[in-house]
């Protein structure tokens, strides 16, 4: 059963875009909701998370937007470079049990 | 100092030989994990282990047994491999049982079934 679905699948943008994206879940339960970063060859690594009691957050030039009466969220990568591109995935859970990923994103940054 | 190591990173073996996948973390996280990531990126949790004691067990075929010697190894191991079994496995840690804080992924091995 699919708990967290997350779109596009893959996204182009050229250096300097706001890729943005999307992700849903469907339990209610849910208080943690990090997206991971992973590089080719490579294990996901965290790199931003946000709490349901906060509509925003920001780290550097990502933000994650969070809507607790739609059960969505999303990331946000301002003035976006090549060295962004990667698989991105959003994932959910409550804090103390196992993590639900999102199926990924595929960024691609080009100059 | 690599926090999560996992080895080997690439494993080729024929269908129903049995092969083991090794993990060690030195950053002393009490809770490790095994993902398996598929050919479409997806990941999906297999196990957990906290301080030794299996917690998660996710609906996996009993042929694949982990086993966590001490907190800081959990392996794993797969009887009988089939193609199907072909993807890259990652082993995580975190500090509590949860993953608040982040889970540090290692760097995957990948299993190719011929």
């Known amino acids: 059963q699919q708990q967290v679905k997350q779109s596009p699948q893959s996204l182009i943008v050229q250096k300097g875009g706001i890729p943005i994206i999307n992700c849903a879940y469907e339990n209610t339960a849910f208080d943690y909701f990090p997206w991971y970063q992973q590089f080719p060859g490579k294990g996901p690594a965290l790199l931003i998370a946000i709490r349901p009691d906060v509509s925003e957050k920001k780290e550097g030039r990502f933000t994650i937007s969070f809507n607790k009466s739609a059960k969505q969220f999303s990331l946000h990568i301002m003035d976006s470079q090549p060295g962004d591109s990667a698989t991105y995935f959003c994932a959910a859970s409550r804090t103390t049990d196992k993590l639900i990923f999102g199926t990924g994103t595929r960024l691609q940054v080009f100059p | 100092d690599t926090a999560v190591s996992q080895t080997p990173k690439y494993l080729v073996t024929q269908m129903g030989n049995d092969k083991s996948i090794k993990c060690e973390q030195n950053?002393?996280?009490?809770?490790m994990y095994w993902y398996k990531q598929d050919s479409k990126k997806f990941l999906k949790i297999m196990f957990s282990?906290?301080?030794?004691?299996?917690?998660i067990n996710e609906t996996v075929p009993n042929r694949f047994s982990p086993k966590s010697p001490d907190k800081a190894h959990l392996n794993l191991h797969i009887n009988s491999l089939e193609l199907g079994d072909s993807a890259v496995y990652f082993c995580?840690?975190?500090?509590?049982?949860?993953?608040?804080?982040?889970?540090?992924f290692g760097s995957g091995t990948r299993l190719t079934v011929v």
């Open positions: 950053l002393g996280h009490d809770t």
């Open positions: 995580a840690s975190s500090p509590n049982q949860g993953p608040v804080g982040g889970y540090t």
């Open positions: 282990y906290n301080n030794k004691e299996l917690i």
